[in-house]
């Protein structure tokens, strides 16, 4: 009876120490996983394998949430990553709630004003819902972001800039009140004004500047204003499309038809320079539209693109679609990401290229 004893009375301390072990072995095991996932996820991240990197990135949240309490730095960079990931891949509404998730804890951490929400606010305006980017809420972010960087202990001319013509940038591309237009409209001259200083008046970032206050400033109908910044944009030959279009587009509303003719030339002669040095390696070919089809409308849809560093494509948009209304763009739209180019290279360097043009031609079988 007293030997049955002890042996019960151990049994309760036996136990813990066998659940100790195990818990310490799973504990093992995660933090091996978490450590393969986040290197998945940088090397998948930095390849740009965007749908691989979103596993990763995924499976990182998913052990983080098991290692890491809601205090600590890990967890909040894990829901920063997951989310950018999501936007990477088109989800944008979970896109949302994972940064959305992020931006609380990196403000319980850091602070409402800390650096680290500065940026997080500017990924959360970029990736956030159409839906919510239609109704002021990333010009309400991004203003958000640039007081933060405007900061003294945080401000840096060249990142400010770079942050305020993302903004303006994009925002150029909505539907702005008078209020976010003019606030665009400032931010993009402060961006120009510093890169122009800092780069140069004839630098990519200074042109590319010029061309988004042109843009802004022919919405708000100032096209006096608007042809200045234009034409100052045509020091960078990347802009010699996009600056001659929208100039010619002035020309045609101010009545101007010498001015319209002038540049109607310039964009023929960089329309055919530019779509002719960056030729894709692999073009996927586009389903004709139904009901142009069924009545015999044959036309076309120029995509602006960005070449990235391994010869992949990013942010696709339909600029031009002729005739209008019969699906052309959205079919070109369908395999605009499948055109693949010979990454371009400067000093040895790959470099991203910005504002490439490619036209997907739709010609009924003869």
């Not at 994009?170 to 400032?186: E, N, Q, V």
């Not at 002035?250 to 009545?255: A, F, G, K, L, V």
């Not at 209008?324 to 010979?342: H, N, Q, T």
């Amino acid at each position: 009876m007293k030997k049955l004893l002890i042996i019960l009375l151990l049994l309760p301390i036996f136990t813990s120490f066998c659940w100790g072990e195990t818990a310490a072995a799973l504990r093992a095991e995660s933090v091996k996983n978490f450590k393969e996932a986040q290197q998945c996820y940088g090397e998948t991240s930095k390849s740009e394998r965007w749908e691989e990197a979103l596993e990763c990135a995924k499976y990182s949240l998913e052990l983080g949430e098991i290692l890491f309490d809601r205090k600590q730095k890990n967890l909040a960079a894990l829901y920063h990553n997951y989310g950018l990931m999501l936007a990477k891949n088109g989800n944008y509404n979970d896109s949302f709630y994972a940064l959305s998730e992020a931006l609380n804890l990196y403000e319980d951490i850091y602070g409402p004003d800390s650096e680290n929400v500065g940026w997080l606010l500017v990924d959360l305006a970029e990736g956030a819902p159409q839906q919510l980017r239609l109704h002021s809420f990333s010009y309400k972010t991004y203003k958000k972001a640039l007081t933060i960087f405007s900061q003294k202990k945080y401000y840096r001319p060249l990142t400010y800039a770079e942050i305020a013509l993302r903004a303006s940038s994009r925002l150029s591309g909505m539907g702005l009140t008078p209020k976010s237009l003019k606030w665009a409209i400032d931010i993009a001259e402060h961006a120009h004004a510093i890169f122009a200083e800092e780069l140069g008046t004839d630098s990519y970032k200074a042109s590319m500047a010029a061309f988004t206050l042109g843009k802004l400033k022919y919405f708000k109908e100032d096209y006096s204003g608007a042809i200045g910044m234009l034409e100052k944009s045509l020091a960078n030959k990347n802009f010699e499309i996009l600056a001659n279009s929208l100039l010619v587009k002035i020309y045609i509303q101010t009545d101007r038809p010498e001015m319209e003719d002038k540049h109607a030339q310039m964009l023929l002669k960089s329309s055919y320079a530019i779509n002719n040095k960056y030729k894709p390696v692999f073009v996927g070919i586009p389903s004709y539209p139904v009901k142009a089809e069924k009545h015999g409308i044959q036309g076309y849809a120029v995509i602006s693109l960005i070449i990235t560093k391994t010869g992949g494509i990013r942010d696709p948009n339909v600029i031009e679609e002729s005739p209008k209304s019969w699906g052309f763009g959205k079919a070109a739209m369908e395999v605009a990401s499948k055109l693949r180019y010979s990454p371009q290279f400067v000093d040895g360097e790959a470099q991203e290229v910005s504002d490439v043009l490619y036209k997907f031609t739709f010609n009924m079988a003869q």
